[in-house]
T-cell receptor
Framework: DGGITQSPKYLFRKEGQNVTLSCEQN?????MYWYRQDPGQGLRLIYY???????QKGDIAEGYSVSREKKESFPLTVTSAQKNPTAFYLC?????????????FGQGTRLTVV | DQQVKQNSPSLSVQEGRISILNCDYT??????FLWYKKYPAEGPTFLIS?????DKNEDGRFTVFLNKSAKHLSLHIVPSQPGDSAVYFC???????????FGTGTSLTVIP
């Protein structure tokens, strides 16, 4: 089945540690996105990528880093510089050909920093 | 600055009645609009969309209306069912921009 897989679903880390969230898609989509969801704030864009080895900062990129070494994979690292990392993180992908297209989302990763 | 706004954080509707969820946007360059449905601790799932060249799009019980002059779109669910209870996000994108802008969501409760 085609889709987007985020792992793990739940993640606990100690304050000051870097942590990497995984996102893999087998939809052959060119674009991939990382969003953060906090209560009452909707989905805010962290980073996005339209092509391998290229990515752009979103509205809240500070304290995060990404890589896009393969079309299928777009991991997100939450660094110790992120001041409030506890949140629900969502990865999405989208086809860039074929006209207007929607984004498909993974099931999310709940990160809790203690 | 929030370019897509959903001013109603919550909405309760009786089963069988119509649910109307509203969304406003500020950027007149947006040319594609989407609605997503989200359950707790899950990723959003795509529901329905509309391009700026249309003013209405239907898919079964779901209809999206777009009023470009008012920069307003709405999602109508008829009839509402208990399984429709979820958070609904509207989103907008400029076709050449590739970045989605999401509203803050409206939590819909359909009462049996």
């Amino acid at each position: 089945d085609g889709g987007i897989t985020q792992s793990p679903k739940y993640l606990f880390r100690k304050e000051g540690q870097n942590v990497t969230l995984s996102c893999e898609q087998n939809l052959n989509h060119d674009a991939m996105y990382w969003y953060r969801q906090d209560p009452g704030q909707g989905l805010r864009l962290i980073y996005y990528s339209q092509i391998v080895n290229d990515f752009q900062k979103g509205d809240i990129a500070e304290g995060y880093s990404v890589s896009r070494e393969k079309k299928e994979s777009f991991p997100l690292t939450v660094t110790s510089a992120q001041k409030n990392p506890t949140a629900f993180y969502l990865c999405a992908s989208r086809a860039l050909t074929g006209g207007y297209t929607e984004a498909f989302f993974g099931q999310g990763t709940r990160l809790t920093v203690v | 600055d929030q370019q897509v706004k959903q001013n109603s954080p919550s909405l309760s509707v009786q089963e069988g009645r119509i649910s109307i969820l509203n969304c406003d946007y500020t950027n007149s360059m947006f040319d594609y609009f989407l609605w997503y449905k989200k359950y707790p601790a899950e990723g959003p799932t795509f529901l329905i969309s509309i391009s700026s060249i249309k003013d209405k799009n239907e898919d079964g019980r779901f209809t999206v209306f777009l009023n470009k002059s008012a920069k307003h779109l709405s999602l109508h669910i008829v009839p509402s069912q208990p399984g429709d209870s979820a958070v609904y996000f509207c989103a907008a994108i400029i076709y050449t921009g590739n970045q989605f802008y999401f509203g803050t969501g409206t939590s819909l409760t359909v009462i049996p």
